[in-house]
């Protein structure tokens, strides 16, 4: 039965759905993918996760194709990202049969939660992966949990494909540059929550965030990544405290094949007022075109999209990956998996 959701009108948010699956690592190994209806974990009260912040997360979603299959987005990306993540902050690495099984597990079983073709909305997968053993010293637990949950999702920004507001955050910083900030570890988020609650109380949908050292050249988006389009060049920043966005990754690829030369290097702030088009890219994000950054302390304010409307090759970008997503266009770079 289809579940009683207005999926056009859906948020980024939590519905729940009606399963999710779990994988305990215990005296070194996996064991058996488990089936479960709870949305609650029973942890132990002294468990790395919930002390010491031993936790890794991430996001891929399913969507609803043109043809009625349905697709997963570059999951591999996604397995490889959460066991440098698990390197980076010494937990048990998620292998990519068993990281592919239980995604494909979660999708299959909440199948009738996956919004319909043309409704805007997807299926988000959340994997994650926390330190359950307890531990009441500094170090890494020795028993590990794996959770899979899924959940429909519409718009990470309530605009949608329209041009958003951003503000530039000094006050605060979400990474260091030698600490987690290319890890998907919960902490990085429990950091940016002053600047994201800063910027939204200023009435902007999300911080911009800086290089920590000098505060000059660009590092994040919130939860997305940075992209300019200037003199048909895709620019985008290199830094050491961002997370390496496999959607960036994969604009990346799509704008070489659109013929557009790509830059991987710092961007210094200065360069704003000469990018013709700006961005903000992620799985939650997709492509957002920003129409305005404001540096509030400097009382500067960029602008772009003057006519309200996304830049050209935003525009060309989004219809190619979201083609590519819900098949509407051929897959050049084997992207999709499909689930029977
Ligand atoms: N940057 C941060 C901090 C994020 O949380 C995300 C979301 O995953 C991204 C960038 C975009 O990464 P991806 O395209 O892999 O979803
Ligand atoms: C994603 O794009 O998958 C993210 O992780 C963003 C999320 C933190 C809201």
Same mark, same amino acid.
């Given at each position: 039965?289809?579940?009683?959701?207005?999926?056009?009108?859906?948020?980024?948010?939590?519905?729940?759905?009606?399963?999710?699956?779990?994988?305990?690592?215990?005296?070194?190994?996996?064991?058996?993918?488990?089936?479960?209806?709870?949305?609650?974990?029973?942890?132990?009260?002294?468990?790395?996760?919930?002390?010491?912040?031993?936790?890794?997360?991430?996001?891929?979603?399913?969507?609803?194709?043109k043809d009625g299959k349905i697709r997963l987005f570059r999951w591999q990306e996604n397995a490889k990202r959460m066991q440098n993540t698990a390197q980076g902050i010494r937990m048990a690495e998620v292998p990519d049969e068993?990281?592919?099984?239980?995604?494909?597990?979660?999708?299959?079983?909440?199948?009738r939660f996956i919004p319909p073709y043309g409704t805007g909305a997807s299926l988000y997968i959340r994997p994650l992966l926390i330190g359950s053993g307890a531990e009441v010293g500094i170090g890494p637990a020795k028993e590990f949990l794996f959770v899979v949950f899924v959940t429909p999702?519409?718009?990470?920004?309530?605009?949608?494909?329209?041009?958003?507001?951003?503000?530039?955050?000094?006050? @605060?910083?979400?990474?260091?540059?030698?600490?987690?900030?290319?890890?998907?570890?919960?902490?990085?988020?429990?950091? @940016?929550?002053?600047?994201?609650?800063?910027?939204?109380?200023?009435?902007?949908?999300?911080?911009m965030y800086l290089d920590c050292c000098e505060k000059k050249y660009i590092d994040e988006i919130g939860a997305a990544n940075f992209f300019a389009i200037k003199n048909n060049t895709y620019i985008t920043p290199k830094s050491?405290?961002?997370?390496?966005?496999?959607?960036?990754?994969?604009?990346?690829?799509?704008a070489e094949d659109l013929g557009l030369k790509v830059e991987r290097r710092p961007i210094h702030i200065d360069e704003l007022p000469s990018f013709e088009e700006v961005g903000a890219c992620g799985t939650a994000a997709v492509i957002t075109p920003i129409g305005e950054i404001?540096?509030?302390?400097?009382?500067?304010?960029?602008?772009?999209?003057?006519?309200?409307?996304?830049?050209?090759?935003?525009?060309?970008?989004?219809?190619?990956?979201?083609?590519?997503?819900?098949?509407?266009?051929?897959?050049?770079?084997?992207?999709?998996?499909?689930?029977?």
């Open positions: 039965m289809k579940p009683n959701l207005n999926w056009s009108e859906l948020k980024f948010g939590y519905v729940p759905t009606d399963y999710n699956v779990r994988c305990y690592y215990r005296d070194g190994k996996w064991g058996e993918l488990e089936i479960s209806s709870s949305e609650y974990l029973s942890i132990h009260m002294a468990a790395t996760a919930l002390h010491y912040g031993q936790e890794a997360f991430e996001g891929l979603k399913a969507y609803r194709g068993l990281f592919r099984d239980a995604v494909i597990k979660a999708v299959k079983l909440n199948e999702v519409g718009p990470y920004f309530k605009e949608g494909f329209n041009p958003v507001k951003i503000a530039i955050i000094r006050d @605060s910083d979400r990474a260091a540059p030698l600490g987690t900030g290319t890890f998907k570890v919960g902490g990085n988020y429990a950091a @940016s929550l002053r600047g994201f609650k800063k910027a939204k109380d200023a009435g902007y949908s999300s911080p050491t405290s961002i997370l390496p966005s496999i959607t960036n990754m994969s604009l990346i690829q799509l404001n540096d509030i302390d400097k009382g500067v304010v960029y602008t772009y999209c003057k006519d309200g409307l996304p830049g050209p090759i935003s525009t060309k970008l989004y219809n190619t990956l979201l083609g590519i997503q819900c098949g509407e266009i051929p897959d050049p770079h084997n992207w999709i998996t499909f689930i029977e």
